[in-house]
């Protein structure tokens, strides 16, 4: 048996095998079934106890005296599956993981032997946890330890990868009766309320333009957003103000950024960096790994990661925008290569604005696409005239394995 650590995987060496995660108070486990872009190809992926059957993966109840499980047949999986996540969350609405330490236990599902377990450290405030993957690497199936949390339960991470997460609609005066309508079909049964948030949307005929979005997932176009439905996944080129009721949310932020090696190459040295902008797009200064703090100290940067592997943030750049010079409008995070590798050798990069106080992730954003480039702005950060902030997915590739490379483009797409 194999005790895992954050980022660490193992081979596996059944066919068949079980997930199961024990705590001391009752969890709900889910499973999702993920493309080589990291979502779901629709609904009927995500694998829970209102939908307990997919393709290869099979949810397993453990009746409240034994843990929920995931189990997975890999010889089942469909072509074109490269990943199983397993998430967990405690059963109480609102409960979180402080004082609670889950467990996951790999079996072969044939015989009951245990392959490794995990125990993520370090929770606190999450809500919700990506535990384990089951992952295709050259043909064959691995498995590795994540312990990725969110503080927003599983609506978050079912957003993430891709699964539609209906909001209930707003109660609207009665109107006149309609025309009569052929036979309804039978009701769907009742959605348990702990899931409801998250509950795959049934497939039923395409909703009315005027039927509200998802939102956590605003539609490519949907212009600018805010903070006050809760967490927000841009796309590419989306907006999202940081306020919420009509206030600035907050004055301290941090900005994480993560990759991995594409296919489990070999590492990959990449450097986030944010470069600081004034009014007339003058580049005032630059935070990276040679240069931590900047603006007298409203700017620091957490030091620089050599390889890209394990779980969660690889950098993180923590921006005070409360302390920030009045003339410091704009601010461009951005990654690079400095070794020369190119980002089509890259998997899951992304960036995620996190309130530093409470490490609570506000608005998140995933490079779904790759260029063979040694450069990319990630994101931007202008502050209004009203004083708010606003921040933006960009998702733009530049050549330059260096910041400094980066001091132009980045003050062209202000």
């Known amino acids: 048996m194999t005790a895992m650590t954050p980022g660490s995987n193992i081979p596996l060496t059944a066919a068949r095998v079980a997930v ?5 108070v009752r969890l709900d486990v889910s499973g999702l079934l993920l493309g080589a872009n990291g979502k779901v190809r629709s609904d009927d992926d995500f694998i829970f106890y209102n939908q307990p059957a997919g ?23 469909p072509a074109g599956i490269e990943k199983i996540v397993v998430t967990a969350s405690p059963d109480a609405a609102g409960q979180t993981f402080q004082g609670i330490e889950p467990t996951a236990t790999l079996r072969n599902a044939d015989d009951g032997s245990v392959l490794a377990t995990f125990t993520p450290p370090q929770l606190g405030a999450e809500t919700a946890l990506v535990v384990v993957e089951i992952y295709l690497r050259n043909g064959a199936w691995k498995a590795r330890a994540v312990g990725q949390g969110y ?32 036979p309804a079909p039978p009701a769907a049964p009742p959605v348990d309320p702990r899931l409801a ?37 841009l796309q ?13 949310l907050l004055s301290q932020v941090k900005m994480g950024l993560g990759w991995e090696p594409a296919y489990r190459g070999k590492d990959i040295d990449l450097d986030a960096s944010v470069i600081a902008y004034g009014p007339q797009r003058n580049h005032l200064d630059s935070c990276y790994f040679g240069k931590l703090s900047i603006l007298n100290g409203s700017i620091k940067h957490s030091g620089d990661n050599l390889t890209g592997e394990g779980a969660g943030d690889d950098e993180v750049i923590v921006v005070d925008l409360g302390r920030l010079p009045a003339d410091a409008t704009g601010l461009v995070f951005t990654v ?62 530049v050549k330059s394995r260096t910041v400094r490379g980066m001091v132009k483009p980045a003050a062209q797409a202000l």
Request: hydrophobic content about 40%; some cysteine.
């Open 55 to 77: 393709p290869g993966v099979t949810y397993r109840s453990g009746g409240g005296s034994a843990p929920d499980a995931i189990l997975v047949d890999t010889t089942a999986v």
């Open 336 to 397: 690079n290569s400095f070794s020369g590798q190119k980002f089509t050798e890259v998997a899951k990069a992304y960036c995620r604005l996190m309130d530093a106080a409470t490490g609570e992730e506000l608005v998140r954003f995933d490079l779904t696409t790759a260029e063979p480039q040694t450069g990319v702005m990630m994101a931007k950060l202008i502050k209004q005239f009203s004083g708010e902030w606003e921040m933006t997915a960009m998702g733009e590739f």
């Open 236 to 248: 590419k080129n989306q907006t999202v103000s940081l306020v919420k009721g009509g206030r600035p």
């Open 20 to 24: 199961d995660v024990a705590a001391p």
């Open 197 to 233: 948030a998250t509950m795959p949307s049934a497939p039923a005929s395409p909703a009315p333009p005027s039927a509200p979005a998802a939102p956590a997932a605003p539609t490519a176009g949907a212009g600018k957003i805010n903070l006050d439905k809760g967490r927000v996944s």
């Open 151 to 182: 503080a927003n339960g599983l609506a978050g991470i079912a957003t993430d990868f891709g699964v539609s997460v209906d909001e209930e609609p707003t109660p609207t005066p009665a109107a006149a009766p309609a025309p009569a309508a052929p």
